[in-house]
Structures are given as structure tokens and as C-alpha cells.
């Protein structure tokens, strides 16, 4: 009894050790980022670091960096659920509202039109206009068309004449298109 306890701590001392010697999620997140930058588009690359990630989340799990990261990266391979699953796990405790937004697209994406995605995207459209300080940015304009909100119009014509510096007329031309097409653009 006396020895499987000793083993035990010994166990648990060397497993906090090895944690304590792992790298940092900032540290994880670089690495992704240069391997990223290395991989130039190339998809067998990207998926590499998809290993990063893993590994990361395996050091620090549930990290929001590290799980928002992995979900952009898994949206542009295609990966939809699996970003999703990233999106969710965020979701209840801290998503940006640009992942909010990204969130409520795959939903749709994979789910179609329904109340769940509408109610999403009007839950985006309400994180940005609690933002009372500042004027409507793209993303704020996409929620709130795509939540079908009658401020909609009101917030892109806000956003056309502001200064933003990010300011696209393509978004007019986009917020044109059908739902469909409008989520294909994003999310191939």
C-alpha cells in the first residue's frame, strides 16, 4: 500500500514536471504561425500544423487561442464540423465576436437556415451594437443582414460613410447575393 502510494506521487511529480518543461500557448501559437506562413497555401502543410494544435491543446486544453486558431485553420481546409466543434467549446466562455460571426456562418453552412443560425446571428449583431462607442464595421453590417434585422440597411449605409479604413465596396455587391451564395463565399 505504503509503495503504490510513493509510486503514485512519483507518477503525479513527474507528469507536473514534464507539464511545467512544455511550452507556452503563446509559444504553440507562434510555431503554428511561422509553419503556416512557411506552408504558403499548400494544404498537406497546413494540415501539419493541425499537429501543432493538437499538441498545444493537448498542454493546455480548452486554451481559447489555441482553439479559435485551430478552428480558422480547420474552416479554410474545409473541415467545417470540426471547426464547429472548436467554436462551440469557445463559445460559452469566451468567443470574440468575430468568432461569434464565424460560428453562426458554419452553422448555417451545415445546418442551413434555420432559427438556430438566425437567432445567432442576431446575438452577433447585439455583441456589436452594445459597442456604443464606436461606428458599424463589416462584420457588424454581415450579422446583422444575415440575422435579417431591420437595421440591417440602416447599419450598412452608417458603415459606407464612415472612415473605416477597411471599408470594401465589394461587401455591397456580396450583401447582393442570395444566402446561399453569400455563405459559399466564406465557407467553400
Not at 479559435?68 to 463559445?91: C, F, M, T
Not at 434585422?149 to 460613410?161: C, F, I, N, V, Y
Request: proline share 4%; with cysteine; net charge negative.
Amino acid at each position: 500500500m505504503k509503495k503504490a502510494l510513493l509510486t503514485t506521487i512519483a507518477t503525479l511529480l513527474l507528469i507536473s514536471c514534464s507539464l511545467a518543461n512544455g511550452e507556452s500557448p503563446a509559444e504553440y501559437l507562434e510555431r503554428a504561425s511561422t509553419a503556416l506562413i512557411d506552408s504558403r497555401g499548400d494544404k498537406r502543410q497546413r494540415e501539419d500544423v493541425l499537429m501543432v494544435y493538437k499538441e498545444g491543446l493537448e498542454q493546455h486544453p480548452n486554451h481559447p487561442e489555441l482553439l479559435n486558431s485551430r478552428a480558422q485553420l480547420l474552416v479554410s481546409l474545409g473541415q467545417y464540423e470540426e471547426a464547429k466543434s472548436d467554436l462551440e467549446a469557445l463559445y460559452s466562455a469566451s468567443l470574440n465576436k468575430e468568432g461569434m460571426l464565424l460560428r453562426c456562418m458554419l452553422i448555417e453552412r451545415l445546418e442551413g437556415v434555420t432559427g438556430e443560425a438566425r437567432a445567432c446571428y442576431a446575438e452577433v449583431e447585439n455583441a456589436y451594437g452594445r459597442e456604443t462607442d464606436s461606428q458599424p464595421n463589416a462584420n457588424y453590417v454581415l450579422a446583422a443582414h444575415l440575422a435579417e434585422s431591420p437595421r440591417s440597411d440602416a447599419l450598412l449605409l452608417e458603415w459606407q460613410a464612415s472612415d473605416d479604413p477597411m471599408k470594401d465596396p465589394m461587401l455591397s455587391e456580396m450583401l447582393e447575393l442570395d444566402r446561399d451564395s453569400l455563405i459559399q463565399q466564406f465557407l467553400p
